[in-house]
């Protein structure tokens, strides 16, 4: 995401050390238990960077806390993956461009009070304003007047958008800048979420206790421990759910997380460990979980850095790329649990490619060598990779530098920060100085997630600083095609672009390689590598 629906920047990797991978064995029963409604489960998380915000949040540590605790006009099955209305009754238009929203009554918040179309619109234009520093407030940037409110210097000239009105409690007229064929799918982002009156009186103590509309509410906040969740009885949504609340439980190491898994004191995993991803089906046997994920693993280049604003740098980061053996590290070092990339979009959303990235994700040695010396070479024959320790990603970093030196010579280590939050603010506030751990999940399945949402110039998620006119002019052009068709075929010529330019260097598409303990059942995940976390159910003791 630009941010993440799952607020995308992901903590973890689930990847391997050396071993021969396990079979899945028998242990597990399919055998359904008698269900506690009322009962709790608990779930693998890390703590979260931000307050809890709807707009504040593109990492998954809140992100997915802010999932549960919010639902907003759409979102997507999580059979097929599909956009479905949940407060929407209709959304219409004849130009892509105009948009009458009318939402469904009978909603309320947590604290009682209802869900309106001013809900969403003073929400919208709340996140939207530079002021209140959110940041996922360029997702609102397709709006007409987000400029007024969110411009690119000084302060805001108004404090709502021109194309943001409430008609009446049920009605909102949402008019862009320009035609978006796919702003039905982005609206399922969290960070159009409705904020109850509640909200504005303290924004920042609403951080620490917030008030949603989601299928659970707030419980507590125990900060780098764990955030509590309650089923909310009140709520009205497609997805009801079928436990009594979610436990997020930090883990600074994800070694612990799965010890206890298997142990029944953690009851579903977000991804299983490079330790133990050997020896995990063989352990949780028809517990395991191993499918394909909305979600690419890649690293990025400090692109505001000096060291790489040259154009002949490109050439640099090209050879970089070949220089990276996906096809033996995805085989050994990851053991299969991940494919290796060949475009910057996953498999499985609207307008990859298959290929696209051709040669510059080949594994060749001599054109490395080639294009790195054609480029002016690394600054001080060296680069180093950021990345948060305690996410298993030391295996792959390693195996990834191991590649890269063999194959150029170029002395490349690893630069681990203790946890995802500390990465994350290095990472947020531009203080890489070499190259960093870019992982992504998608917020809505459409190759524009992961094109403007992460390299469009100013994009919320565009850790790296790249910019690049003809990647934002082929993005624009793609954003005003009246069809979502049109609209992936414009985006990977925009692709095209970053192809050239490799501002990041695509490794491998992501798996969900995961489990669940024997005191919960009937749990799944989607595409976005998430569980369903409403349809756990929690077997009675």
């Known amino acids: 995401m630009r941010?993440?629906?799952s607020a995308k920047?992901?903590?973890?990797a689930a990847i391997i050390a050396l071993g021969a991978t396990a079979c899945g064995g028998g242990k597990g029963s399919d055998a359904k238990a008698e269900v506690d409604a009322k009962g709790v489960y608990s779930y693998q998380s890390s703590e979260p960077q931000r307050p809890l915000q709807p707009a504040?949040?593109?990492e998954v540590g809140g992100g997915r806390i802010i999932k549960n605790l919010f639902r907003g006009l759409t979102d997507y099955d999580p059979a097929t993956g599909k956009l479905r209305n949940q407060m929407a009754d209709k959304i219409e238009t004849t130009d892509s461009q105009h948009y009458k929203?009318?939402?469904?009554?009978?909603?309320?918040?947590?604290d009682g009070t209802p869900v309106t179309a001013a809900?969403?619109?003073?929400?919208?234009n709340w996140s939207a304003n530079t002021k209140n520093n959110q940041i996922n407030s360029t997702w609102f940037?397709?709006?007409?007047?987000?400029?007024?409110?969110?411009?690119?210097?000084g302060d805001p000239t108004a404090d709502k958008m021109s194309g943001l009105k409430a008609v009446d409690d049920k009605t909102i007229q949402v008019d862009l800048n320009q035609p978006v064929s796919y702003f039905p799918y982005k609206l399922g982002y969290t960070a159009f979420s409705p904020l109850p009156k509640a909200f504005y009186a303290d924004p920042k103590k609403?951080?620490?206790n917030p008030v949603g509309n989601g299928p659970y509410k707030f419980v507590s906040w125990e900060h780098n421990k764990a955030v509590t969740l309650t089923a909310y009885d009140g709520y009205k949504g497609e997805d009801k759910p079928k436990n009594g609340g979610i436990v997020f439980k930090n883990y600074t190491q994800a070694e612990a997380a799965y010890k206890e898994l298997t142990s029944d004191t953690l009851d579903v995993l977000d991804q299983v460990d490079p330790t133990d991803l050997p020896k995990y089906k063989a352990d949780l046997g028809n517990r395991a979980v191993d499918q394909p994920q909305g979600g690419i693993t890649s690293i990025a280049f400090a692109m505001y850095d000096d060291a790489w604003k040259a154009p002949e740098k490109a050439k640099v980061r090209q050879g970089l790329s070949m220089a990276i053996d996906r096809d033996t590290i995805t085989k050994t070092v990851l053991q299969g649990s991940r494919q290796p990339a060949d475009s910057f979009v996953a498999p499985g959303v609207a307008g990859y490619k298959q290929g696209a990235c051709g040669d510059a994700c080949t594994y060749n040695p001599a054109k490395a060598k080639e294009l790195i010396a054609a480029g002016g070479g690394v600054p001080n024959n060296k680069v180093t990779i950021l990345y948060n320790a305690d996410g298993g990603h030391k295996e792959w970093v390693d195996a990834v530098c191991n590649s890269i030196r063999q194959a150029t010579g170029i002395d490349c280590t690893g630069d681990p920060k203790p946890d995802f939050k500390t990465a994350r603010d290095l990472i947020t506030n531009k203080q890489v100085k070499s190259i960093m751990r870019s992982a992504w999940q998608q917020d809505y399945p459409l190759n524009a997630n992961f094109l403007r949402d992460i390299y469009g110039t100013g994009a919320s998620a565009n850790d790296s600083g790249f910019s690049d006119p003809a990647f934002d002019n082929f993005s624009k052009a793609a954003d005003?095609?009246?069809?979502?068709?049109?609209?992936t075929a414009l985006y990977q010529q925009a692709e095209g672009v970053l192809f050239k330019d490799m501002p990041s260097i695509p490794l491998w598409f992501y798996k969900t390689n995961a489990g669940w303990s024997n005191k919960v059942q009937n749990v799944k995940y989607d595409s976005f590598g998430d569980p369903v976390f409403t349809q756990v159910e929690v077997k009675k003791k």
């Open 206 to 208: 609403f951080g620490e």
């Open 3 to 5: 941010g993440a629906t």
């Open 119 to 124: 809900s969403f619109v003073d929400a919208w």
């Open 480 to 487: 005003k095609a009246t069809s979502v068709d049109q609209t």
């Open 9 to 12: 920047w992901v903590a973890g």
């Open 56 to 58: 504040n949040a593109n």
């Open 141 to 153: 940037e397709d709006i007409a007047g987000y400029k007024d409110v969110h411009p690119e210097k």
């Open 101 to 110: 929203i009318t939402i469904k009554t009978g909603w309320t918040f947590h």
